[in-house]
């Protein structure tokens, strides 16, 4: 499902935006019968402790077993680490960039092109064209399609479900915390996902700035992939997950709080039936959504991670902003020490 923003304003021009929701039912990653077809990945879903005598080994020995919620330490912990880093980061990106401003406010900044009349040159049209934020997902959507065919080279199929696939008994379960948020199975979801994330970038961005978009995206992808595997943990479910899905819900929490009436309406199909809802209509839909999966255990989509995401940019809005972003001066008062001045 996809819904498109109408009508907003952004930077004082008035512009149609297309702000998608996608609720993608097709999404091969969050499909969990489709995913557990895959035949290394069937063996890490239906794996059993058939021999007696390992049954009765202390878990911790048992390698693949869950020790309950003991798992969720160590993410959790990585969870506070790495959005700790992205606010610190953002807000450190930020101080470089009024640096720079200050350092070169007088002095025109060329901009590079190639040579004329090949691909290259127009390339570097594009680069120089498209807004920074534009140029931020750029990069986080070459990232994604890397990912996409790395998926593609069949000896590498266990090194990607090991880092790139999350679950709280994987190899790697903090780093595939982060990393998952980068990687997609199905060209239709790596395709769904990322034009999602191509049209709410410019708003969340003019709604908060670059640095505080780059940080929340990050955050949300942690704290998403931390609320699946709570609840993963609590069903004791082994089935691993991928995709962008709740990092971009962080995303359209942020939009729907901070402008509940915007209107919106469900692309492609609004060409042929003309409509339109609330934004703030859209959130309860979606929230009320993910929340009966979560009771009902409905398995055709990662819903705790949806609503993990949602929550969590709903949140953002609203109070941690102020909490977070408000109380910034003295890290970067240290930075600054740290820094010197502008030479």
């Known amino acids: 499902m996809f819904l498109i923003y109408r009508k907003m304003i952004f930077s004082g021009i008035s512009r149609n935006?297309?702000?998608?929701?996608?609720?993608?039912?097709?999404?091969?990653?969050?499909?969990?019968?489709?995913?557990?077809?895959?035949?290394f990945i069937r063996g890490f879903r239906s794996k059993k402790l058939l021999d007696n005598r390992r049954s009765l080994a202390p878990v911790e020995e048992i390698p693949g077993a869950s020790r309950g919620f003991r798992d969720l330490f160590r993410p959790f912990c990585f969870t506070i680490f790495v959005s700790g880093c992205s606010f610190t980061g953002a807000a450190i990106w930020q101080y470089e960039h009024?640096?720079?401003?200050?350092?070169?406010?007088?002095?025109?900044?060329?901009?590079?092109y190639g040579k004329a009349g090949n691909y290259r040159h127009m390339l570097n049209v594009w680069w120089n064209e498209l807004l920074p934020e534009q140029k931020v997902v750029a990069c986080i959507v070459t990232i994604n399609i890397g990912v996409f065919l790395l998926w593609r080279v069949v000896p590498l199929q266990r090194i990607m479900l090991t880092y790139f696939a999350s679950s709280p008994i994987s190899g790697a379960p903090c780093r595939s915390m982060l990393l998952s948020a980068f990687s997609h199975y199905s060209l239709f979801h790596l395709f769904a996902n990322m034009y999602v994330l191509w049209s709410f970038a410019p708003v969340?961005?003019?709604?908060?700035?670059?640095?505080?978009?780059?940080?929340?995206?990050?955050?949300?992808?942690?704290?998403?992939?931390?609320t699946s595997y709570v609840y993963k943990t609590f069903?004791?479910?082994?089935?691993p997950s991928l995709g962008a899905s709740g990092a971009i819900?962080?995303?359209?929490?942020?939009?729907c709080v901070h402008r509940p009436n915007?209107?919106?309406?469900?692309?492609?199909?609004?060409?042929?039936?003309?409509?339109?809802?609330?934004?703030?209509?859209?959130?309860?839909f979606l929230i009320l959504l993910d929340f009966t999966g979560i009771l009902l255990g409905w398995r055709f989509f990662d819903h705790a991670a949806h609503l993990g995401g949602m929550l969590f940019g709903i949140w953002y809005v609203k109070y941690g902003?102020?909490?977070?972003?408000h109380n910034r001066?003295?890290?970067?008062?240290?930075w600054h020490e740290f820094r010197g001045k502008p030479k």
């Open 204 to 226: 969340v961005s003019h709604i908060l700035g670059l640095e505080q978009f780059v940080a929340t995206y990050l955050s949300a992808a942690v704290i998403s992939s931390f």
């Open 17 to 39: 935006l297309d702000l998608n929701l996608v609720d993608a039912r097709n999404v091969f990653s969050f499909s969990r019968s489709n995913f557990s077809q895959l035949p």
């Open 262 to 284: 915007s209107q919106l309406s469900i692309a492609f199909v609004d060409q042929i039936f003309p409509h339109s809802f609330s934004a703030d209509s859209a959130m309860k």
């Open 329 to 334: 001066e003295p890290m970067m008062m240290k």
């Open 235 to 239: 069903r004791r479910s082994r089935v």
């Open 98 to 112: 009024l640096r720079a401003e200050f350092r070169q406010h007088s002095n025109k900044i060329n901009q590079f």
């Open 321 to 325: 902003h102020r909490l977070i972003w």
């Open 249 to 255: 819900m962080g995303l359209i929490g942020i939009v």
